[in-house]
């Protein structure tokens, strides 16, 4: 029932598909049917779906039998499947998203600190905020950064910030951990994802193809804090194999998962519902006494929305001069012109032709580091030169996806990258230790399954 919610994410899936087109494609999914209403139940619902779109549609639903849904998901349970429905949504790469959005807000101007955490809210005579105090987490080194209005955007962190700001401040943030599951793409055995829009308990679950493997989710379990390195729980673990199982014509086991990743949703909410399924993921603004704004809530379809709205709030808290929102139509690092054509299974978008040019330069550059996956030098030192990439872990896990797509592999790549990294740093041999030390248990966590 939240029409404006689905309204306004499909104005913004259709804005990020225009402006990171290098990173956000179409991908079909699939609702199974093995009830004799579900076909046309699903089909009411996506139909209402199609038409909340209107022209942005990336594609109308339509109803399948069993034989087209088998086929395009020949790994599904064929057993009483009736059919299915097919609707279409998009697919993108959150982290080099990250990476990029990063990237578009230097090129406007910003100062992007990397490693940088707050530690103290400072304030003036009148109790109004007036700055931070950060620590360089590399050095040490301490400094305050001076503003007019301070932004907390902390998502699952946001009440720590508010704390720091009044200790009496009640909690606002509800957390709730995700978690998700990387199996080989013969799970699926298709391009097509599978979607199950009610489990048992109420709950979604997905399997979607992506890198050349298949990744199951997600659960929605409550949680106490957010933690930087969230834990899977055992129980977390058989629900999504379980549950998978039902709906895949091969049971996948523990011994299948190649990772496993997880994640805290910053959901909002004033009554703090033990049921976090239920929770809206609209996104809410706040305004302490102090001045501190925090905007928590929403999800990352709406992320420009969520910005707009914030620094609109901004402009008004410290009576800044009025500007007229661009990111409607601004282009994010990384997006090809319109008379570029680029492969849509390179993230780097025209970032491409830079790291090409490092390997025309030093040839070597260019061959993979592994055996898996062609992760390449000129890669790991775009990376740290690019993009802010300061650990072993930022170039395996999010500057590439190495980590989530193959923990074990990761593992093996470790070295290499430290020693690279190392180089173009200018760090120690002990360093250089550390750091794969350092990613290895990191490697290991990810395959631990409870």
Aim: charged share 30%.
């Amino acid at each position: 029932g939240k029409v404006s919610l689905v309204r306004e994410s499909l104005r913004e899936r259709e804005r990020l598909l225009k402006n990171a087109s290098h990173l956000v494609h179409e991908l079909s999914f699939v609702l199974p049917a093995y009830k004799w209403w579900e076909r046309g139940y699903y089909g009411l619902g996506l139909k209402m779906y199609d038409w909340l779109a209107g022209r942005q549609s990336f594609g109308k639903c339509r109803k399948l039998s069993a034989s087209e849904t088998q086929k395009l998901i020949p790994g599904l349970n064929p057993q009483h499947l009736r059919g299915g429905v097919l609707y279409h949504d998009g697919q993108f790469d959150d982290a080099r998203l990250v990476i990029n959005l990063m990237q578009t807000a230097a090129e406007q101007g910003a100062a992007c600190l990397n490693y940088c955490r707050v530690e103290r809210l400072l304030k003036g005579s009148s109790g109004k905020l007036e700055g931070v105090e950060a620590i360089d987490a590399e050095t040490g080194d301490t400094f305050d950064v001076r503003g007019r209005c301070v932004i907390n955007a902390t998502g699952p962190f946001s009440d720590g910030l508010r704390t720091l700001d009044d200790p009496e401040m009640r909690r606002w943030i509800a957390p709730s951990r995700g978690i998700h599951l990387v199996l080989d793409e013969s799970f699926l055995g298709g391009k097509t994802a599978l979607l199950v829009p009610k489990t048992d308990d109420g709950r979604v679950i997905f399997a979607i193809p992506w890198v050349g493997r298949c990744v199951i989710g997600t659960t929605d379990t409550p949680v106490r804090e957010a933690l930087l390195e969230p834990h899977l729980s055992s129980e977390e673990v058989d629900f999504l194999l379980e549950t998978a199982g039902r709906y895949l014509s091969r049971q996948p086991t523990r011994e299948d998962i190649l990772s496993t990743f997880s994640g805290v949703r910053p959901l909002v909410n004033s009554a703090l519902s033990r049921n976090t399924s239920k929770i809206s993921r609209e996104h809410a603004i706040e305004v302490s006494p102090s001045g501190l704004l925090t905007i928590a809530g929403g999800k990352w379809t709406t992320y420009r929305k969520m910005a707009e709205d914030g620094i609109d709030q901004a402009i008004a808290l410290a009576d800044l001069p009025q500007r007229e929102c661009v990111t409607h139509d601004l282009k994010i690092h990384g997006c090809p012109d319109s008379e570029t054509t680029s492969d849509e299974s390179d993230v780097y978008g025209s970032d491409r032709a830079l790291i090409q040019a490092l390997i025309d330069a030093q040839p070597e550059w260019g061959k993979p580091l592994g055996e898996k996956f062609a992760l390449t030098r000129a890669e790991v030192v775009w990376g740290v030169r690019a993009e802010m990439a300061r650990t072993v872990e930022d170039v395996l896990s999010r500057r590439s996806r190495v980590l989530v797509l193959d923990a074990r592999d990761a593992r093996v790549l470790a070295e290499p990258v430290a020693r690279i990294m190392a180089e173009e740093l200018g760090r120690s041999e002990d360093w250089r230790d550390t750091q794969i030390e350092e990613f290895q248990k990191l490697a290991d966590r990810s395959l631990e399954v409870g």
